[in-house]
């Protein structure tokens, strides 16, 4: 079973940058696909981004230019990187590793509130 531990959410202010970290408790360079997911209160769960072992990435259209995502295989880590930051950004954000039957493993979330 493998562990998944997010940090780096926050309180920041419309405009501000914060850098999402999650670590896996074992090795994701044999995991294909990572990502990063949230939700905020009253919503649906959103995927934000997802990279491959490949270097893809795909992104939702509202964090499109804002925010990437990326991973270190030698950290067992992977990061989401959020720019410009909006009020509509606030929420509790999660990342996961994909199997082949989609997104498997999760973490316990980091919240992130974006506010003035």
């Known amino acids: 079973q493998v562990q998944l531990v997010e940090s780096g959410g926050g309180l920041v202010q419309p405009g501000g940058s914060l850098r999402l970290s999650c670590v896996a408790s074992?090795?994701?360079?044999?995991?294909?696909?990572v990502g990063w997911y949230r939700q905020a209160p009253g919503k649906k769960q959103e995927l934000v981004a997802t990279t491959t072992s490949c270097g893809s990435t795909n992104y939702a259209d509202s964090v499109k230019g804002r925010l990437t995502i990326s991973r270190d295989n030698d950290k067992n880590t992977m990061y989401l990187q959020m720019t410009s930051l909006k009020f509509e950004d606030t929420a509790f954000y999660y990342c996961s590793l994909w199997t082949l039957v989609g997104p498997t493993y999760w973490g316990q979330g980091t919240q992130v509130t974006v506010s003035s």
């Open positions: 074992g090795s994701i360079s044999s995991i294909s696909t």
